[in-house]
C-alpha cells in the first residue's frame, strides 16, 4: 500500500478534519447532528478519497469524488453560517481552507493527468 501521510493535500484534509470537528462540538445539538453531521461525514469521505487516489493508478475518479465533497462542504458550510451556527470569521477559515484544498486537488488531478498519458 502507498504511503499518503507525506501529501501536502492529506495533511491540509486531516487538519482541517481536526478543526472542523472541534468546531462542531459547540454547534446546538440539533446542528451538531444534522446540518454539521453532514459536513463532518464529507470531509471524513473527502480523506477517504485523497488515500485512495494515492493508492490508485488512475486517479481521476477518486479525485474528482474529492472535488465533489469539496463543492458540497462548501455549500453546507455556507448553510452553517447562514443559519447562525457560524460566525463570520469561521465561515471565512473555512471557506479559505476549502479553496486551497481544492486548488492542490486541481494541480494533483493534472499532474496525475500528464503522468497517466506518458
Given at each position: 500500500m502507498a504511503r499518503y501521510e507525506h501529501l501536502p493535500v492529506f495533511k491540509a484534509v486531516y487538519d482541517f478534519n481536526l478543526?472542523?470537528?472541534?468546531?462542531?462540538?459547540?454547534?446546538?445539538?440539533?446542528?451538531?447532528?444534522?446540518l454539521a453531521g453532514?459536513?463532518?461525514?464529507?470531509?471524513?469521505?473527502?480523506?477517504?478519497?485523497?488515500?485512495?487516489?494515492?493508492?490508485?493508478?488512475?486517479?481521476?475518479?477518486?479525485?474528482?469524488?474529492?472535488?465533489?465533497?469539496?463543492?458540497?462542504?462548501?455549500?453546507?458550510?455556507?448553510m452553517l453560517q447562514d443559519l447562525g451556527a457560524l460566525s463570520v470569521k469561521s465561515y471565512a477559515h473555512i471557506a479559505k481552507t476549502l479553496v486551497g484544498i481544492s486548488q492542490q486537488i486541481s494541480a494533483w488531478e493534472a499532474w496525475a493527468k500528464k503522468n497517466l498519458s506518458n
Open positions: 478543526y472542523f470537528h472541534r468546531l462542531a462540538q459547540g454547534f446546538p445539538k440539533d446542528v451538531k447532528y444534522g453532514e459536513v463532518r461525514a464529507l470531509l471524513s469521505n473527502l480523506l477517504d478519497q485523497i488515500v485512495l487516489a494515492n493508492n490508485s493508478r488512475d486517479k481521476a475518479v477518486c479525485l474528482a469524488q474529492a472535488e465533489h465533497c469539496i463543492e458540497l462542504a462548501k455549500i453546507k458550510s455556507r
